[in-house]
Structure formats: C-alpha cells, structure tokens
C-alpha cells in the first residue's frame, strides 16, 4: 500500500507541472488567436465606420440629385410653358 500512495502522491505532484507545461505550451496560440480576434474586432469597427460614412455620403448625393431632378423639371415646364405662349 505504501507504493500506491507514494504513486499517487507523486502523480499529485506531477499535475501542477503538467498543467504549467500545458499553459506554457499553448500560450503562444492562445497570444495569436487572441490578436487575431482583436484585428478582427478593430477591422469591423473600421468597416461599419466606412459603411456608415459611406451611407451618408449616398444620402446626401440622393437628396442632391433629386434637388437638382426637381429644379430641371420646373425648368423645362418653365420653357414649355413660354414657348406655348409664343406659339
């Protein structure tokens, strides 16, 4: 029996330095996939401040277009409405 709680006694011991070797081990992939999702994070941050941009931008070229659609149109009818009056 003295052997079976010697052995256990050392498996105990060896746990600790298992576990130490195993965060030692990884902790370079779990450093990278941690940047990695950071890079993600911060590129789609970056991506919806350009959509958003982007988006208001349209906006405002929209409104502008249809500024201009309707002063062409009341030009034109300006135009027809002079020349039925000389015709």
């Not at 959509?51 to 249809?66: F, N, Y």
């Amino acid at each position: 029996r003295r052997t079976s709680v010697s052995a256990s006694a050392a498996a105990a011991a060896a746990q600790p330095a298992a576990a130490q070797r195993h965060t030692t081990l990884f902790s370079d992939v779990h450093a990278q996939l941690h940047n990695i999702t950071q890079d993600l994070s911060h590129f789609r941050q970056c991506a919806l401040a350009n959509h958003q941009a982007r988006q208001a931008e349209l906006d405002a070229l929209r409104s502008k277009l249809e500024k201009e659609r309707s002063e062409h149109r009341g030009q034109l009818n300006k135009f027809r409405y002079e020349f039925d009056d000389l015709v």
